[in-house]
Nanobody, 119 residues
Framework: QVQLVESGGGLVQVGGSLRLSCAASGRTFSMYRMGWFRQAPGKEREFVARISWSPGSTYYADSVKGRFTVSRDNAKNTVYLQMNSLKPEDTAVYYC????????????WGQGTQVTVSS
């Protein structure tokens, strides 16, 4: 089992920045990739970004490309999502997830952290 705990959410003004963290514990050696997802009120959960545990390749949704950066600290078993130039449409609950395979569904999910961008 892998446990994931997100932190770093909050209220920020348009154009501001936040950094989310996702701390992993348990069988972290089994993780292949980590992802960030978000869900806004009344909308389905959507993919935001992902990073492979090694060698750290990344991939982003078009809506956040150039504004968000995903990174990881293997020694701390932590993945980060640096969010810059935030927009009201970025308001959502953000979840991190872990997968033990290169492709397919994510196996483990965190509890989520709220990000609110005010105008």
């Amino acid at each position: 089992q892998v446990q994931l705990v997100e932190s770093g959410g909050g209220l920020v003004q348009v154009g501001g920045s936040l950094r989310l963290s996702c701390a992993a514990s348990g069988r972290t050696f089994s993780m292949y990739r980590m992802g960030w997802f978000r869900q806004a009120p009344g909308k389905e959960r959507e993919f935001v970004a992902r990073i492979s545990w090694s060698p750290g390749s990344t991939y982003y949704a078009d809506s956040v490309k150039g504004r968000f950066t995903v990174s990881r600290d293997n020694a701390k078993n932590t993945v980060y999502l640096q969010m810059n130039s935030l927009k009201p449409e970025d308001t959502a609950v953000y979840y991190c997830a872990a997968a033990v395979r290169q492709f397919g569904d994510y196996d483990y999910w965190g509890q989520g952290t709220q990000v609110t961008v005010s105008s």
